[in-house]
């Protein structure tokens, strides 16, 4: 995907370890904000996390691609049906995790040449990624950056809104284990964008 063995192994790792805090999050049960760490969000994160850890192993091919992208589309689906009829209030994630499901299946049928995989594609005839998928690149690369800064240095701008109003009076600090469940919930999320970036930019 990358063009890099090393870089490629690294990703994968990277991917298995979001996926596997994706499944304890969920297993969890617990959400502190409306973009990471919501049950659609985890979900999504989970799936699309593990479809391109699939795309860097061997497997990646025949019954299980057309499997993962089978599923992929029903999350996609999914994600379209929440930005209609679900709460207003979580609808920028859904729109924003809807456009990550979209651009995975972009980047695999309209990226690649027919008959080509993600696995061990030669980087060298490689005519480089089209508008769309620079664009989509720049989005996930800065939606990486922006949730990183804002989880770590003001995660209190995050997290949802309690809902009982708080007296006035001096702000307090959000609990700490919200912050720790939103910081970890995070991580998903951020090597999620990490590897959109990676995939987008292997089209072409």
């Given amino acids: 995907m990358t063009g890099s063995p090393v870089l490629d192994r690294l990703l994968l790792v990277a991917l298995l370890v979001a996926a596997a805090v994706s499944s304890h999050q969920l297993l969890r049960g617990r959400s502190v904000d409306r973009y990471v760490t919501g049950r659609s969000a985890e979900t999504g994160h989970l799936v699309m996390n593990l479809v391109m850890a699939l795309m860097l192993t061997a497997w990646w091919t025949g019954i299980v691609r057309v499997g993962a992208l089978a599923v992929l589309g029903a999350l996609a689906l999914s994600f379209a049906v929440l930005l209609v009829r679900g709460p207003a209030a979580a609808r920028p994630a859904h729109l924003f995790h809807l456009v990550a499901a979209a651009a995975m299946l972009y980047a695999e049928f309209a990226g690649h040449?027919?008959?080509?995989?993600?696995?061990?594609?030669?980087?060298?005839?490689h005519a480089g990624p089209g508008a769309v998928a620079w664009l989509l690149a720049v989005l996930f690369a800065l939606d990486a950056v922006a949730t990183s800064l804002i989880v770590l240095l003001a995660p209190h701008l995050a997290l949802a809104p309690t809902p009982v109003p708080v007296p006035a009076g001096p702000r307090t600090a959000p609990p700490r284990a919200d912050v720790r469940t939103l910081r970890i919930g995070t991580v998903p999320h951020v090597v999620m964008d990490v590897g959109m970036v990676a995939m987008l930019l292997a089209t072409g």
């Avoid at 040449?113 to 005839?125: L, Q």
């Fill in 113 to 125: 040449p027919a008959g080509t995989d993600m696995v061990g594609m030669d980087m060298s005839g």
